[in-house]
Every structure is written in structure tokens, then in C-alpha cells.
């Protein structure tokens, strides 16, 4: 089977599920905002944040030297050090939880009393200590699925666990709402995920008929990319989440809640650039280790082209009813979220370049430039948090990050265009903002005009706009020839083809 073959397959099938996943994922959110106070739903989420940013250490980042290592160990037939690497990554998170687990029990009371200041943070903070465990499990097998490029796999075990979310919400939070009822379905929903796929690990694992050992040389290989990899994902964790550690400690529980409803809802555009980054790893590495560049080139320059016509028109619809679709999802006490959610839209851009620019970087084994960038990227983003967070709250939260991610963003293009000769499609993009920036102007347009003209529902006012100004961008794209109708049905044809 080709590589465009493969890649459109595969992307097709991750993004489909990562959708109904995220929706699924998002619902959960719903429910969980709606059955707890604003102040309850921060505090969740301040603890929840806390536990991710201490999870990137866990493993010393040798998890994703998994996705890294064994396609080229598949390619070169060395499949005794497949075993190996795997043993590693397990033996290793379990070192670094059990350590972390110490010094979060350690600090706990600390914690709860000057940093949360909420007399349930330190019982909360031992169940997700708990949560920590699972995921960081979980990890494992969603990390080997991924390197054996079971894309299916993958992605099925992203849904379910939001699927399992979603219907604990529902039947718990009828028998009493609060903070521990909501910790306990996230512990439920991820000892379910791990009972339902470790079998299909284990098969994985056991495949290859080769004694398990541990081999020096496999170690340091791994080691040595997974440290350059912590480094690189603690770089972006604290861009992701010290807006939220930082909103914590200088304002409100409230305001942290209200941002943690924005975060989400914005993120949702986010899927299809991370689809694209989830596929295209342990294929990018496939190809590198072949030395077939031109196929990397040219696959690049689509995958920019096609994310910007998908992400901008996504965007410029939610940035127009913020208010409204956190008002209908949320609630009344979430709708001042909406400047920063406007924002955060389009940070958001610049998120999704990134993500599929580190990914290619990563995947030629350049993690240190990604390494490099993030970092700086987070100097910038704390300093500026610390800054401007105290007076703007959760907007300067916002504004921060999409400073950060321009930055980020632009130095990564710059410097994976060093290792591959990719044309960026800077025409193509012009042309893409043109058009959705007409398409904004008409949803203004429409939706002062139909307040006027008839007595709408404002949801049903926002759906009709939606609709007349995405039909207006899909024939501004065609018309400026921005997509190729031969190229995508190429693509298609790719797709159902078997």
C-alpha cells in the first residue's frame, strides 16, 4: 500500500473518531459544569491541571520514543529491541510515579491550604493522585497501538474513555453532586479503558518471539530521546497549563472555572491538526529512515495547505458566537468567557501549525530544535502570565498564549524548512484569510439584519448564519482555486479504495 494511501486512511479514520470523541469528550464537560458550582468546577480543574503537568515527567519521556523507534526497529528487523524498549518505558513510569506520588502526598495539606485554599483540595488531590497512575498506564498502550500504527486502536480507546465519561456523569451525578463524585468517574472511566485494551497490548507485545531483556544500548537511545522529548513537552505543558496554575494562585476558583469551559471548547478545532500529528509520527520516521524526502515535501506542503482552509472558517463561526456557545453549553455563569474564547480562537491557528511542524521534527529526530523552541516559548508565556494575569485575568491568560504559540509556530516552520524542502503555501493562506474574513463580515451582516427582520431564536440565529457564511467561504475557496477538486478526489479515491 502507498504512503498517501496509508496516511489518508488512517488520518480519515483518527479524525472521524477523534471527533464524535471530542464531542463526546466535550458533553462530559457539559454535564460536569452544569452539576457543579463554578467554583467546584475550577477547583476540579486547577487539581486536574496540576496532575497533567506533573505527568509529563512520568516515564522520563521515554513513552514517546516508543512512536519514535519502533518503526525504524520494524524496518531494520531488529525485533528483539522492540520488547525491550517497552519494558523500559514501563519500568520507568513506574519509578517516576511512585516518586511523584510521594511528594504530592507529602505536600498535600500544603497545597489544599495556600495554593488551592479549599478545605476538599487535599482529598480531592489523592484520588487524582490515583488518576495519575491509570492514565499514565493508559499511556503506554495508546503510545504502543500508535507505534505500531494501529490507528484504529488509537483512536478507539480516545472514545471510549470519553464515551465512559460522559455516561458516568449521567448515572453518578443523579445520586449526589459534587467534586469527589466527579473524581471517582474519572478513576472509573480509566481502570475501564485499561481492562478493555490490555488484552490487545498483550498481543501486541507477545507477537515477536523474543526474549524479553533489558539492553543497555536500547536504554540509552531512549533515554537520551526521551529526555530531549520531557524537555520539549514540558515546554508546551506549561504554555497549556500555566495559564490555569497561574489563574489559580493569583485569582479566583470562579475564574479558573469560566476558563476551563473556554480552553475546552476551543481545543475542539485542535483535533484535526492533532488527528494529522497522531498518524503522520511513526510514518514521517517510516520515510526518514528510507531517506524519501521528496514524499515528505510534498505531503507537508498539503497537510499546511488544507488544515488552514479547515481550521479558519471552524474558527471565525465560534469566534463570532462565543458568547452564544457558551451560554447554551455552559450556562449563563460561564458567558463572560467569551473575549478570551475570541482570543484563544486564534491562538488556536497557530497551535495547529505547530503541532504538525514539532511532529515532522520529532519524527526526523530533531526533538532538541522542538526542545529548543518550546522553551523559549514558555519563558515568554510564564513571564508574560506573571505580568498580565494579576490585571486581565483570564483574557490575559488568553493573550498570552496566543503570543506564545505566533512565536512558537513560526520558529518551527523556519527551522524544519533546514532538514526539508518544503514550499510553505504563504499564497494559499493570504487567500484562505481573505475568503474567511468575507465570510465574517456576512455572518455580522446576517445576524444584525435577521435581528431586525424577525423575531429569532438567538440559537437558531446563530445555526442560519453558520450556514449562509460557510456556504460563502466553501465557494470563495473554490472560486480562488485555494482547493484542488482533482487533488481531493484523488485523495477520496485513496480512501476507498482497498
Avoid at 88 to 96: F, H, K, R, W
Avoid at 163 to 168: A, G
Avoid at 310 to 328: D, E, G, H, K, N
Wanted: aromatic fraction near 14%; proline fraction near 2%; glycine fraction near 6%.
Amino acid at each position: 500500500m502507498s504512503y498517501t494511501k496509508r496516511a489518508v486512511r488512517a488520518f480519515t479514520l483518527v479524525f472521524v473518531i477523534n471527533i464524535i470523541a471530542a464531542f463526546l469528550g466535550y458533553l462530559a464537560r457539559v454535564v460536569l459544569a452544569r452539576n457543579l458550582t463554578v467554583a467546584e468546577y475550577g477547583l476540579f480543574f486547577s487539581i486536574f491541571t496540576l496532575i497533567n503537568f506533573l505527568g509529563a515527567f512520568i516515564g522520563l519521556g521515554m513513552g514517546e520514543s516508543l512512536v519514535k523507534y519502533i518503526p525504524e526497529f520494524l524496518v531494520k528487523k531488529e525485533y528483539h529491541k522492540i520488547k525491550n524498549a517497552v519494558i523500559l518505558v514501563i519500568l520507568a513510569s513506574l519509578a517516576t510515579f511512585i516518586l511523584l506520588g510521594i511528594l504530592l502526598s507529602i505536600f498535600s495539606g500544603f497545597l489544599g491550604e495556600l495554593y488551592f485554599k479549599n478545605p476538599f483540595a487535599t482529598p480531592v488531590l489523592f484520588l487524582f493522585i490515583i488518576i495519575m497512575l491509570l492514565i499514565s498506564f493508559k499511556g503506554i498502550l495508546r503510545t504502543v497501538f500508535q507505534a505500531f500504527q494501529d490507528m484504529k486502536l488509537f483512536a478507539l480507546m480516545y472514545l471510549l474513555e470519553n464515551l465512559f465519561l460522559l455516561i458516568l456523569f449521567l448515572f453518578l451525578f443523579k445520586l449526589k453532586k459534587d467534586i469527589f463524585i466527579a473524581s471517582y468517574v474519572y478513576v472509573l472511566a480509566n481502570l475501564f479503558i485499561i481492562i478493555i485494551f490490555l488484552p490487545l497490548f498483550f498481543r501486541a507485545f507477545t507477537s515477536f518471539k523474543h526474549k524479553a531483556f533489558i539492553d543497555k544500548d536500547v536504554f540509552k537511545k531512549m533515554f537520551r530521546f526521551g529526555i530531549l522529548v520531557i524537555a520539549s513537552n514540558v515546554g508546551g505543558i506549561i504554555i497549556l497549563y500555566t495559564d490555569t496554575l497561574l489563574l489559580t494562585f493569583f485569582r479566583s476558583l470562579e475564574e479558573v472555572g469560566i476558563y476551563n469551559v473556554v480552553v475546552p471548547t476551543v481545543m475542539i478545532i485542535q483535533f484535526f491538526p492533532s488527528s494529522i500529528a497522531s498518524v503522520i509520527f511513526p510514518m514521517v520516521s517510516e520515510l526518514w529512515a528510507r531517506k524519501k524526502k521528496a514524499y515528505l515535501a510534498q505531503g507537508l506542503k498539503m497537510l499546511y495547505q488544507y488544515s488552514f482552509v479547515i481550521m479558519i472558517p471552524s474558527v471565525l463561526i465560534a469566534l463570532s458566537f462565543s458568547q452564544t456557545i457558551l451560554r447554551l453549553m455552559f450556562g449563563q455563569a460561564y458567558a463572560g468567557g467569551g473575549l478570551a474564547m475570541q482570543v484563544l480562537l486564534i491562538a488556536i491557528i497557530f497551535l495547529g501549525l505547530q503541532a504538525i511542524t514539532s511532529t515532522i521534527l520529532a519524527a526526523i529526530g530533531q526533538p532538541a530544535i522542538n526542545t529548543k523552541i518550546l522553551a523559549q516559548g514558555a519563558v515568554i508565556n510564564l513571564v508574560l502570565n506573571i505580568l498580565i494575569i494579576p490585571r486581565l485575568g483570564i483574557v490575559g491568560a488568553a493573550l498570552t498564549s496566543l503570543l506564545s504559540y505566533f512565536y512558537i509556530a513560526l520558529r518551527c516552520m523556519l527551522e524544519l524548512k533546514r532538514f526539508i524542502r518544503v514550499d510553505i503555501p504563504w499564497l494559499s493562506w493570504l487567500k484562505t484569510l481573505f475568503a474567511g474574513l468575507i465570510m465574517l463580515v456576512a455572518i455580522f451582516f446576517l445576524k444584525n439584519s435577521l435581528a431586525q427582520i424577525i423575531d429569532l431564536n438567538i440559537y437558531l440565529q446563530a445555526i442560519i448564519c453558520a450556514a449562509i457564511g460557510g456556504l460563502l467561504y466553501l465557494l470563495l475557496i473554490l472560486a480562488l482555486k485555494i482547493v484542488d477538486l482533482q487533488e481531493i478526489k484523488g485523495l477520496a479515491s485513496h480512501v476507498m479504495n482497498r
